[in-house]
């Protein structure tokens, strides 16, 4: 593990002479947080789902690939913020990326 900025980071080295040449992949990115619901006026809308990307048989050499898992974005903090974009997942080198989610709206945000 690898601590840096108050984030742990956990890396895996994988080194065997029969490594395949293809991989399968799936990314999902961290979905959107919620909005934020006043008193009396119903609910805030949820969060968009993160973007899915796959595929099979995806080429590999040997060489490092970087893996980024998305988090989930924080809530609405109040009736007049909408909830924040979850961050994406990625998959490199390339790099190849499942894009986060939209963030909720709350009940009293203008528009």
């Not at 006026?41 to 993160?50: C, I, K, R």
Request: charged content about 10%.
């Amino acid at each position: 593990m690898i601590t840096l900025l108050d984030q742990t980071f956990i890396e895996h080295t994988f080194l065997h002479p029969d490594l395949p040449d293809t991989v399968d992949y799936l990314l999902v990115g961290g979905g959107g947080g919620g909005g934020y619901a006043q008193q009396g006026d119903g609910g805030g809308a949820g969060g968009g789902a993160g973007a899915v990307r796959y595929a099979t048989n995806y080429s590999v050499s040997a060489q490092p690939y970087s893996i980024v898992i998305g988090a989930g974005g924080n809530g609405a903090k109040g009736a007049t913020t909408a909830g924040h974009q979850g961050t994406s997942s990625v998959f490199g080198p390339g790099p190849i990326a499942a894009i986060g989610g939209g963030g909720g709206g709350s009940t009293r945000m203008p528009g």
